[in-house]
Nanobody, 124 residues
């Protein structure tokens, strides 16, 4: 059975940094696009970043570009999200996900495997 487990969330002050990890098990996803989404209370789940199977193509939401970096290690079946210069608007539950194919996509409906999320809280 496929399982994705996020880690690395926590409480940080504004301007701080966090590195999120997501380890997949049950299948090898070296040929699949992987991504990160987040959901704040009372809001819809939104796209944060994605990365193609070989790391050649990456996308970020506009207010994350330059602050967040997505990467992957296919030998470990793991995807990462390095976050710098965090602000209170980044507070949310962060989810990693695996797309059904190698095609890059920012649509949550194209992602078929999801982790249970890790809480990121940024204090002012």
């Amino acid at each position: 059975q496929v399982q994705l487990v996020e880690s690395g969330g926590g409480l940080v002050q504004a301007g701080g940094s966090l590195r999120l990890s997501c380890a997949a098990s049950g299948r090898t996803f070296s040929t699949h696009t992987m991504g990160w989404f987040r959901q704040a209370p009372g809001k819809e789940r939104e796209f944060v970043a994605d990365i193609s199977w070989n790391g050649d193509v990456r996308h970020y939401k506009d207010n994350a570009k330059g602050r967040f970096t997505i990467s992957r290690d296919n030998t470990k079946n793991t995807v990462y999200l390095q976050m710098y210069s965090l602000n209170v608007q980044d507070t949310a539950v962060y989810y990693c996900a695996v797309a059904r194919s190698s095609g890059v996509t920012q649509l949550r409906y194209d992602y078929v495997y999801w982790g249970q999320g890790t809480q990121v809280t940024v204090s002012s």
